[in-house]
């Protein structure tokens, strides 16, 4: 029995198990690439920026913000912006972009959450629907019941138990794939937010008053 043939045998519900299967794919390697252009050597970077603004060039400070990726960029960019705001209002608005960063970053999430959970239900769905099948043919067809009037049920029953499965289990583990990935930007975001703090506390205390040039 070929790959065509175990498609037909599963009927519409391994189409959509397959379909859901699709979908968590696409949408891990999606997250995937958005997640690892998003992480960056936030100490370098933020190195660079500092001694830019040092130099009183808030222009130049936006423009390397503008050119490179990733949350920690984006708190830096959106520190600058509110420079002359008081310490703790810096400290909220940078709490508030880093939520909406977060949000960003788990966009989609909540598709792969869903096929893990709905996968398995979908081949069990199929399984009882295949074993209703087999359940009606004995009846009708009682007390002269062929061997081979049973095994098409029963066939659809293993075939979409087994499918959610295939499905479900890789999902769950791409799933934690990209939240261990977001955990570990969003530690790099709290770090970098605290760095950001302290220095807009120093250039802006020390009279540094930035002037665009």
Known sequence: MNGWDIMRE????????????????????????????????????????????????INEALTLCDDAPGPVVHLMR??????????????????NAGYAEISRMERRLVILATIVQVA???GLLGSLLGVLE???VMRNQAPLVQATD????????????????????????????????IDRIVLDMQQASSEITAFMGR???????????
């Open 10 to 57: 599963g009927g519409p519900v391994l189409w959509i198990i397959a379909f859901c299967g699709l979908a968590a794919l696409t949408v891990f390697f999606e997250r995937l690439l958005h997640l690892r252009r998003a992480r960056i050597r936030y100490t370098d970077f933020l190195g660079g920026v500092f001694n830019i603004l040092d130099r009183h060039n």
């Open 78 to 95: 959106t520190a600058i912006l509110h420079r002359d705001a008081p310490r703790e209002t810096l400290r909220e608005v940078l709490e």
């Open 120 to 122: 398995p239900l979908l």
């Open 134 to 136: 087999t359940v009606l």
């Open 150 to 181: 049973l095994t098409g049920g029963l066939v659809r029953a293993l075939v979409t138990s087994i499918a959610g499965l295939m499905v479900a289990i890789p999902a769950y583990a791409m799933f934690n794939l990209l939240v261990i990935r």
């Open 203 to 213: 250039w802006t205390g020390g009279g540094a008053r930035a002037t665009n040039e």
